[in-house]
């Protein structure tokens, strides 16, 4: 099984052209948040019309996973958090959104919201409580902000992930966690696109401008983990040691 992994696409449609032509190779696709961009060129609810239409497009080919992010927001709660509504309504066969889980085989993979305060932190804590009580034997968690602590979320001498979903990690122990939000660690020297928290393996894809997103795929029968961008590949045995390839 071969999982395609991508995150903050900003609204960049030659990526999105590209997730297309890309999805029908692999079993599962994941987009880790931020498929839209505050600051982007159209008006958010041009993007959402737009970004939804990829969508149905890109379940037809393989099943999506969609987490939501910070740019996705379109309404606020009573608590005046962001809350991606319109990714609510874009739920359909294939294409799994904040709050679901699915099996497959033994795995099960959980898609957790954007939280924006005490509000959507509670319903993240709902999720994960209903979801840890399914029975599965690999656990494979979906979560905008990457843990902090961690090389997927360090740039410079900073370190910009999220202290409560690092400690939901060490809590829950999930075998994979996959993130974005934080667009360079994968191109610094001081992070990375992979990293292990406790006994859970963590990757951030990064972002890059062109025509192809930087990505990762896994594959969990070879247990290989393999990032590509401009820069080149890099390529992880999950098992083992990494070993940077060459360019492609």
């Known amino acids: 099984m071969k999982i395609l992994v991508v995150a903050d696409l900003h609204y960049s449609l030659p990526q999105f052209d590209w997730l297309e032509k890309s999805a029908e190779e692999v079993d599962l696709l994941i987009i880790a ?6 600051a982007g060129f159209a008006d958010l609810d041009t993007q959402i019309v737009v970004v939804r239409k990829y ?13 939501s992010g910070n740019h996705d927001g379109d309404v606020r709660n009573e608590g005046d958090e962001v809350v991606a509504e319109w990714l609510q309504k874009a739920r359909r066969e294939n294409l799994f959104v904040d709050g679901d889980g699915f099996d497959f085989g033994k795995g099960r993979i959980t898609v957790l919201p954007w939280w924006d305060g005490p509000i959507t932190q509670g319903q993240m804590l709902e999720i994960l409580d209903r979801e840890t ?3 599965k034997t690999c656990w494979f968690l979906i979560h905008h902000a ?3 602590e961690s090389l997927i979320s360090r740039v410079r001498n900073s370190d910009q992930g999220d202290a409560f979903f690092r400690e939901t990690l060490l809590r829950l122990k999930p075998d994979f966690a996959f993130s974005g939000h934080i667009h360079n660690p994968p191109f610094s020297d001081q992070g990375s696109w992979i990293d292990k928290i406790g006994s859970t393996w963590v990757f951030n894809p990064g972002k890059q401008l062109g025509p192809f997103p930087s990505h990762i795929i896994i594959d969990l029968e070879t247990m290989r983990a393999q990032w ?5 590949i890099e390529e992880v045995n999950l098992n083992g040691e990494g070993v940077e390839l060459a360019a492609p």
Request: proline share 7%; net charge neutral; with cysteine.
């Open 146 to 148: 990457p843990p902090n």
């Open 228 to 232: 590509t961008s401009v820069y080149g």
């Open 33 to 38: 948040g931020d498929l839209l961009d505050l």
């Open 55 to 67: 969508l149905e497009r890109l379940r037809a080919k393989t099943r999506v996973f969609v987490c």
């Open 133 to 135: 009580a399914e029975s």
